[in-house]
Nanobody, 122 residues
C-alpha cells in the first residue's frame, strides 16, 4: 500500500522560509499541490520517477525548490520568500509510472497524503 506522509508545515511571516517533506513508501513520480480556502487545488511543483526534471508553477518558480533526498524516498519542497498568497494546505501526491515526464495535473496522480497547513502572515 502506498503511503505518503507530509510534514514541515507551520506559521511563518511573509518573506520567510519553510521546508516541507513528503516521505513515500516507495519510488514514485511526486507532485506537490496546494489548496487555499475557497479555491481549487493547484499544482506547485513535481519531480519525475527518477527524482529529476523538476517542474514548477509560474507562481512559485524562483522561490520554491523541489528535490529528493539522496538515500531515501523523501521529496522535499523548500519554500523561500514566502508570500501571504502562499497560504494553503499543501499535499504531496504520487504516481507509480516509471516516467521521465513530470506530471502537472492532479488527475494524473493516484495517491495523496493527508496535507500539511502552511500559513504565511503579513
Amino acid at each position: 500500500q502506498v503511503q505518503l506522509v507530509e510534514s514541515g508545515g507551520g506559521l511563518v511571516q511573509a518573506g520567510g522560509s519553510l521546508e516541507l517533506s513528503c516521505a513515500a513508501s516507495g519510488q514514485y513520480n511526486i507532485g506537490w499541490f496546494r489548496q487555499a480556502p475557497g479555491k481549487e487545488r493547484e499544482f506547485v511543483a513535481a519531480l519525475n520517477y527518477y527524482g529529476g526534471n523538476p517542474a514548477y508553477s509560474d507562481s512559485v518558480k524562483g522561490r520554491f525548490t523541489i528535490f529528493r533526498g539522496n538515500a531515501e524516498n523523501t521529496v522535499y519542497l523548500q519554500m523561500s520568500s514566502l508570500k501571504v498568497e502562499d497560504t494553503a494546505v499543501y499535499y504531496c501526491a504520487a504516481r507509480g509510472e516509471m516516467a521521465i515526464t513530470t506530471f502537472r495535473s492532479s488527475v494524473l496522480y493516484d495517491y495523496w497524503g493527508q496535507g500539511t497547513q502552511v500559513t504565511v502572515s503579513s
